[in-house]
């Protein structure tokens, strides 16, 4: 489904690698982010709602990951972790400052969200799912041992993108599906189809 366009959506700012990050840059970064949970939201959002957009944990995690990511690019290393422990104790997703998102990223439910390597534009994260290492060193532009996720991607609940693998554009990984391989551009990964038993748990107990 396509999202509403919002009225006070900002430019989105060109996706930023290991390059210097300017302030201005940063802040072009938050208001994508912004921008992009209120018009997933609503059409329109009054200024008290964009507040309570702003507030949700998703987006908190992200603008304090772009601090943080600010922080980290200019050198300022030991900020730049304290910021992400911060934001970890907050929210309670794990964004490193090492990792690179593009603009206008979305995490709808912050709880268990992991985030390591490079991530593309307007990326969905969302309960439980992120990105990681784990499965080799071999760095492929994420860093060591992490993927490279491409634009408008979807991470379901649940979903883990583990290794120095590559996921194309617009990709959406189904919930709890697990990825270690390379994934081609609009591909829909899922996971195997549980197995139905029927009949076969036992009636509970009734203790008198």
């Known amino acids: 489904m396509t999202e509403?366009?919002?009225?006070?959506?900002?430019?989105?700012?060109?996706?930023?690698g290991t390059e210097m990050l300017t302030w201005a840059q940063t802040r072009a970064l938050i208001r994508s982010d912004l921008s992009r949970i209120v018009s997933h939201n609503e059409a329109q959002a009054s200024f008290a709602r964009r507040v309570y957009y702003f507030l949700l944990p998703g987006m908190q995690a992200l603008f304090w990951y772009r601090l943080a990511r600010y922080a980290y690019l200019r050198g300022w290393r030991n900020a730049a972790r304290f910021v992400s422990l911060f934001s970890m104790y907050l929210t309670r997703a794990e964004i490193a400052p090492t990792a690179s998102i593009g603009a206008s990223a979305l995490i709808s439910h912050?709880?268990?969200v992991n985030v390591f390597g490079r991530l593309g534009a307007r990326v969905t994260i969302q309960g439980d799912g992120g990105t990681g290492g784990g499965f080799g060193m071999d760095d492929i532009g994420g860093g060591p041992g992490y993927p490279v996720v491409g634009d408008d991607v979807v991470i379901g609940f649940g979903a883990k993108v583990l290794g120095p693998v590559r996921i194309g554009d617009g990709v959406h990984v189904g919930p709890c599906t697990l990825v270690t391989t390379d994934v081609p551009d609009r591909s829909v990964v899922l996971w195997p189809k549980p197995r139905i038993m029927v009949g076969v748990a036992a009636p509970p107990a009734v203790k008198l």
């Open 4 to 16: 509403p366009t919002s009225p006070f959506a900002a430019p989105a700012p060109p996706h930023v």
């Open 110 to 112: 912050a709880t268990g």
